[in-house]
């Protein structure tokens, strides 16, 4: 979900982009890390906040109004919550409570009888409310701190989500969360995060027209193409040759040690870091915000890609650096988007000893 708003207010200092995904099943598809124990849902009929079509801001009432309206209902659906499952406020051992009203969430955490510093942080101030992403991702936030420790099975979490009414979810976890090492943390991902100036996010968001780039458009981007590339352009999967483990970024057919030929297993690449090995900076080339800067990056899992980088300073890249992949957006032309895979800084995640593997050397 992406939350904005026009420049200068409120819901622009608040909002946030984000997105999460929970995979769902049973103990027969394999270890849960927390089991759903009950909930609650309160509605009521009330207009609290509104848009009109077509445009890209929603408005709100007053907002004493909304914060009554949804503390009643918040109240309802949590005291129905813990009678459902049994429980009380004083076995809730992390609780979170979100919603786009910024005062109803803060009352409604106040008013709901659990323990001192169970309250999880809403990360508010750091990622700000990313609408309909930010029930899982403070779900994902609070089990990510619980995770691999001997304190993790057992306790009780419960999820408050204030819109059009409220919801209440309660979870235990389980014995499988002691041993979950989470790729890619809540906390780390905030922590990797970089500022960046105002005006250049609000060219990014659409809301402030700039001058494009003085340059020939980028051609639009092939359909049939992306279909017979779908691995290597949406999930960054190169090839490696069974008998020499040579890896080859793109997929290739042919192996560049031996020339074996159709004799490549698929190798994920999305988590691999990597080592920038060679850099230029082009200040001509087209781009929605110059300069360019491309460069030749040595993976530790083996391959070689000449790759773009971002969310960096030009001026700041150095040999050396270590990066990983992230999925972003190319380049637009003809009204049609073209995603693909570029490098970014590793800011908290622990160094490699890149170079060591002679498939790196070669590939």
Do not use: C
């Amino acid at each position: 979900d992406i939350r904005g708003g026009l420049p200068g207010s409120g819901d622009e200092a608040a909002g946030g982009d984000g997105a999460s995904a929970l995979l769902v099943g049973s103990a027969a598809d394999g270890p849960v890390i927390a089991e759903y124990l009950g909930g609650a849902s309160a509605t009521a009929e009330f207009v609290d906040r509104w848009r009109t079509p077509g445009e890209t801001r929603s408005k709100l009432w007053e907002e004493k109004f909304g914060e009554n309206q949804y503390l009643a209902t918040g109240r309802q659906a949590w005291t129905d919550a813990l009678k459902s499952t049994g429980l009380t406020a004083d076995q809730v051992d992390h609780a979170v409570v979100t919603g786009l009203h910024a005062r109803a969430v803060a009352g409604l955490g106040r008013k709901l009888g659990v323990r001192e510093g169970v309250l999880a942080d809403d990360l508010a101030a750091t990622v700000g409310t990313t609408g309909a992403a930010h029930p899982g991702v403070l779900l994902a936030s609070v089990l990510d701190t619980l995770a691999g420790t001997d304190a993790a099975p057992g306790k009780v979490v419960a999820v408050v989500v204030l819109s059009d009414g409220a919801e209440v979810f309660l979870f235990r976890t389980t014995d499988a969360l002691r041993s979950y090492a989470p790729s890619r943390p809540v906390a780390a991902q905030v922590a990797g995060g970089a500022p960046i100036a105002y005006g250049k996010f609000l060219a990014w968001r659409g809301t402030l027209a700039v001058e494009p780039p003085r340059r020939p458009e980028p051609a639009r981007t092939s359909s049939s193409a992306a279909v017979r590339s779908t691995d290597w352009k949406f999930g960054f999967v190169g090839t490696q040759d069974r008998s020499s483990g040579a890896v080859h970024l793109p997929p290739a057919r042919v192996s560049m040690r031996g020339g074996a030929v159709d004799d490549m297993d698929a190798i994920p690449m999305a988590e691999s870091a990597g080592t920038v090995k060679t850099f230029t900076i082009d200040r001509m080339a087209y781009s929605p915000s110059p300069p360019v800067v491309f460069a030749v990056v040595d993976f530790d899992d083996g391959g070689r890609l000449p790759i773009e980088l971002t969310d960096m300073d030009a001026d700041q890249v150095k040999i050396g650096d270590r990066v990983e992949p992230t999925f972003r957006r190319i380049g637009s032309s003809d009204g049609i988007h073209n995603y693909f895979w570029k490098a970014r800084p590793v800011r908290t995640a622990p160094s490699a000893d890149a170079g060591t593997d002679d498939r790196t050397q070669e590939g």
